[in-house]
């Protein structure tokens, strides 16, 4: 089975939903999406036994052959735990999303189609070896996610917040392009599976640290790190389902994902190091830090989510340092990647389950204002105890999957100090004192969310809607994920053995040649060690202040609101708005005329302007054939039917003549035998004199003004500049006699191998079957855009009707 | 203003015909002598807006109800599909398949898969041109 093609299964899937949506409206469409991720789900479940065991699999298809360009899914543990939690989570998202839904007031159709697409973007970046194809589904998840958050693109907030994510995310993704480019210039490769045992040449190179920053630039504003993170909190205005998958479980998580699958190429760099981790930790605080200023519930948790990225890329910087120590197992650096893969699981599914519980709260009370919000304790019992089980999995505490990967990150960042590269004697303190500092504000958002939400007086007034437990179908997905949260406290070590320990030997191949060298063993209870004591110390410090946190909450407020990257942002926004327009205003007249000489000056400049510089006139009259009679007589009418356009005091007339012209050139193919050409000349001309003529009712007559309209010399000389360009043109590639004639390899082979007699057709089905393909495809764009713009304006016609 | 067009009508009625014929033919012959989906497309084209000349806009859309944007969907899809079968068959994208078969009533005649991406392009053609004719024709 080759399993590349499962990737655009969603996609595939897709294509149908429009469909389904019309035809069976009275199920839910979301029932019929819920088929996909399930059954890939199952399917990809049945390759862990080959990556449990260290071993891989690859399966390809090739896509551009001619400029080595392929499909190639490459299944190791690493790529395998982010596929399985691409379509788990996706199963649980899409069967809550069927009850959070209205699948009468919604229009479900684009939105599974969005999310389907998204899948396979995501299903693309975790399996693809190939950097070019990777990063078509990087931005490809660019794209669906913005299309998802602002599905609802009628609200203003809407649709910023999804052009602020894409924005950055793509300019994140041109910039990590850059990088791929330049690791396949010095490693002749885009396979990531070849630059691997290159890193030690690569690090050599000129372009190394270039690629490096390029890379981590597109790593770190997809995975929303400091100080990119701030399309991550707008990106909220999205339905809660794309909130709880987009960014807690996939998409956030494909700059980890980035920085994990290179950390091989990389990891030889200090600064590599340096950067993912000093980037990751600063992010994790700072996010931990502001979530506490939030008001939203979703911004609360989109801001943890900032924080526990953080937390994870930081320990993906510190694995790096795995590269660097002789005996691993003799360190406790070999905590790092385990931790951080280890807590990317509980991450995916503790605060996948906690957006789940944000939506539930907003859809039974109608408000996420969390100053509303209070005493559901009583109320909604099941979402009580899943918030709590979630927050306190964030949290740290025990007997939750979240303490005991909090555990091992402090390990990881207290064994920093130790280390003694890169100055880390001098700047490695900073690590566990950040990380404490981060976790203690983790400690107290994660008691904010639930409490605050929960516990504490009941306020039904300043509620929408009366609150009331969730329907079953919605706690269906969320209780599901906080099981998870306890099994995974309960079972750490086989959910190392099957899923940590194969993706971290994808990660650190320099260390380890199979699964069973890793030799960690994960322990609810590990003695009276420092990490214990800083947790303790978490939470007494986290609880105290938890405590008085209404006193010192309003301190937020005083940082001032125009210091904010959000307000450098906006600035730079409108900067460039503004700048533009005025730039537009200069040379944006309205006038087709003005646009034309733009275009025809151009076109002089560029072509003459390179004709003279390479010097490439070669006028050559010696094989000239002899004009005959008809060429005459159709060069007259040419002339004539010109010169009459020129003149004409009437828009018929000009009408006219201009068909006239294109009926003379169309004759001249006759003559020289391009009857292809001839024939689509003539049609062309038929329909847009007919068109001409639809159009005319509507155009004004030519004014008495522009009757007597005087000789313009601007004009003029642009328009025989045109002239003469082109016949110079002609002229010279005429006399041109340097390269072969492409036509003669069109005559031998297109019966040989096209199996085709007419070339002009053959080239368009078949050797430029790409450019039609995407000619049809702009053709088709083209008249939905006129659809659009014409009946927008009929209805908007229509509303003013009906307000008179 | 209402003008007595019967002449126009009435030739309409025979050309009509005529123009269509013509781009089938135009349209199968395509890959052998000239012509091809894009013509084709473009005749068929020409001979609605015809139809639409002498008569008008409501009549046409009586006689042939046909969505023009949906036919242009179809034909996305068809050379879409057209291009993409080559990965069934284990082949990089776009590559074509064609043979030559003796069917009853033509001879020898040969099948493409090209032909199939062209009608593709076909409707496409007329699905566009036709959508723009009419969303202009249409507003007032």
Redesign the interface.
């Known amino acids: 089975m080759s399993f590349v093609?499962l990737i655009f299964v969603p996609l595939l899937a897709a294509?149908f939903i429009p469909l389904l949506f019309k035809k069976f409206g009275r199920i839910h469409t979301g029932w019929f999406v819920l088929v996909v991720p399930v059954i890939l789900f199952t399917y990809y479940v049945s390759l862990l036994p080959t990556t449990i065991s260290g071993g891989n699999l690859v399966s390809e298809?090739?896509?551009?052959?001619s400029l080595d360009i392929a499909f190639v899914a490459y299944i190791d543990g690493l790529s395998l735990l982010f596929t399985l939690l691409i379509t788990g989570i996706g199963a649980l998202v899409v069967l809550y999303s069927i009850f959070y839904l209205d699948k009468h007031r919604e229009q479900l159709h684009n939105f599974y189609v969005y999310l389907l697409m998204f899948m396979t973007a995501m299903l693309g970046i975790v399996q693809s070896d190939h950097l070019i194809t990777l990063y078509l589904f990087w931005e490809l998840t660019s794209i669906s996610s913005f299309l998802l958050i602002g599905y609802w693109y009628t609200r203003d907030r809407s649709r910023f917040g999804a052009l602020k994510s894409m924005m950055i995310t793509v300019f994140g993704g041109l910039m990590m392009l850059g990088g791929f480019v330049l690791l396949s210039i010095m490693g002749d490769t885009y396979s990531i599976r070849e630059l691997i045992p290159q890193a030690a040449e690569l690090v050599t190179h000129d372009f190394f640290i270039w690629a490096l920053v390029l890379v981590l630039l597109g790593a770190f504003t997809k995975s929303a790190q400091f100080p990119f993170y701030i399309w991550l909190p707008d990106a909220m205005e999205a339905p809660t389902p794309v909130s709880a998958y987009l960014h807690s479980a996939t998409m956030v998580k494909a700059g980890l994902y980035l920085v994990a699958r290179l950390t091989p190429v990389f990891a030889i760099s200090g600064t590599w190091m340096w950067l993912v981790a000093g980037v990751g930790l600063f992010t994790m605080f700072w996010g931990s830090f502001f979530a506490l200023k939030q008001k939203d519930l979703k911004g609360i948790l989109a801001f943890s989510t900032v924080s526990q990225l953080g937390l994870i890329m930081s320990l993906l910087g510190a694995s790096a340092a795995g590269y660097h120590v002789d005996n691993i197992a003799e360190t406790t650096f070999k905590y790092a990647g385990f931790a951080a893969i280890f807590h990317l699981i509980n991450h995916a599914v503790f605060k996948g389950s906690l957006f789940m519980i944000a939506g539930i709260v907003d859809h039974e009370t109608g408000t996420r204002d969390i100053r509303k919000l209070g005493g559901l304790m009583s109320l909604m019992p099941i979402s009580f105890t899943v918030a709590m089980i979630g927050a306190f999995s964030m949290a740290g505490l025990p007997p939750f999957g979240g303490f005991l990967s909090k555990e091992m990150f402090l390990t990881a960042m207290l064994s920093l100090t130790e280390f003694d590269l890169f100055s880390m004697d001098v700047w490695g303190i900073l690590f566990p004192v950040v990380a404490w500092l981060g976790s203690v504000f983790t400690f107290i958002y994660s008691f904010y969310f639930v409490f605050h939400t929960f516990a504490g007086e009941h306020k039904p007034e300043q509620l929408p809607k009366p609150a009331h437990e969730a329907p079953i179908g919605m706690l269906i997905s969320p209780v599901f994920l906080s099981l998870l949260v306890v099994v995974i406290f309960f079972i750490p070590n086989l959910v190392g053995d099957w899923f940590v320990k194969p993706a971290v030997l994808a990660m650190q191949p320099f260390l380890y040649t199979s699964p069973d060298e890793i030799n960690i063993h994960v322990e609810a209870w590990h003695g009276p060690t420092p990490e214990l004591f800083m947790t303790l110390g978490i939470v007494a410090i986290g609880f105290l202040m938890f405590w008085t946190l209404r006193k010192w909450q309003k301190s937020y407020d005083l940082f001032p609101d125009t210091l904010t990257l959000n307000a450098l942002y906006d600035s730079v926004m409108f900067m460039s708005d503004t700048g533009a327009n005025r730039f537009s205003r200069l040379y944006m007249t309205g006038f087709i005329r003005s646009y034309l000489v733009y275009m025809f000056s151009f076109v002089i400049f560029i072509v003459l302007g390179t004709l003279f510089l390479t010097d490439a006139f070669a006028i050559d009259f010696t094989n000239l054939a002899p004009v005959g009679f008809y060429e005459v007589v159709i060069l007259i009418a040419l002339v004539g039917s010109t010169l009459t356009i020129l003149f004409s005091k009437s828009r018929l007339t000009g009408i006219i003549a201009l068909g006239a012209v294109g009926y003379s050139v169309a004759l001249f193919f006759v003559i020289f035998r391009a009857?292809?050409l001839a024939?689509?000349q003539l049609?062309?001309e038929?329909?847009s004199v007919?068109?001409f003529?639809?159009?005319f009712y509507h155009l004004p007559q030519i004014s008495r003004k522009e009757e007597r309209m005087r000789f313009r010399f601007g004009n003029a000389l642009v328009a025989i500049g045109v002239g003469v360009t082109v016949t110079l043109v002609a002229l010279s590639s005429l006399s041109q006699k340097a390269l072969p004639s492409i036509s003669e390899f069109y005559k031998e082979t297109v019966y040989k191998e096209?199996?085709?007699?007419?070339i002009?057709?053959?080239i368009?089905?078949?050797y430029r079957?790409?450019d039609?393909?995407f000619e049809?495809?702009v053709?088709?764009i083209?008249?939905?855009g006129?659809?659009t713009m014409?009946?927008l304006?009929?209805t908007k016609k229509e509303d003013q009707h009906e307000n008179k | 203003m209402r003008t007595n067009d019967v002449m126009l009508q009435t030739a309409t009625k025979v050309v009509t015909f005529i123009i269509l014929m013509f781009a089938v033919h135009i349209f199968f012959a395509g890959h052998y002598t000239p012509g091809g989906g894009f013509v084709g497309g473009l005749l068929t084209t020409s001979a609605i807006v015809l139809l639409m000349l002498a008569f008008d806009i409501e009549t046409v859309k009586k006689i042939l109800p046909i969505n023009y944007v949906t036919m242009t969907a179809i034909g996305l899809l068809l050379a879409l599909a057209t291009a993409s079968a080559s990965i069934i068959f284990d082949v990089p994208f776009f590559t074509h398949a064609y043979d030559y078969f003796d069917l009853p009533l033509f001879g020898k005649t040969s099948l493409h898969s090209a032909m199939l991406f062209d009608a593709g392009v076909y409707l496409v053609v007329v699905g566009v041109t036709m959508t723009i004719i009419q969303t202009i024709g249409e507003d007032e």
Request: hydrophobic fraction near 60%; charged fraction near 10%.
């Open positions: 093609f294509l298809f090739q896509w551009i052959p009857p292809d024939l689509t049609v062309i038929t329909i007919a068109l003529l639809l159009a096209a199996g085709g007699g007419n002009v057709n053959v368009l089905v078949d079957g790409f039609t393909l049809i495809a053709l088709g083209a008249g939905i006129i659809i014409i009946k304006r009929l």
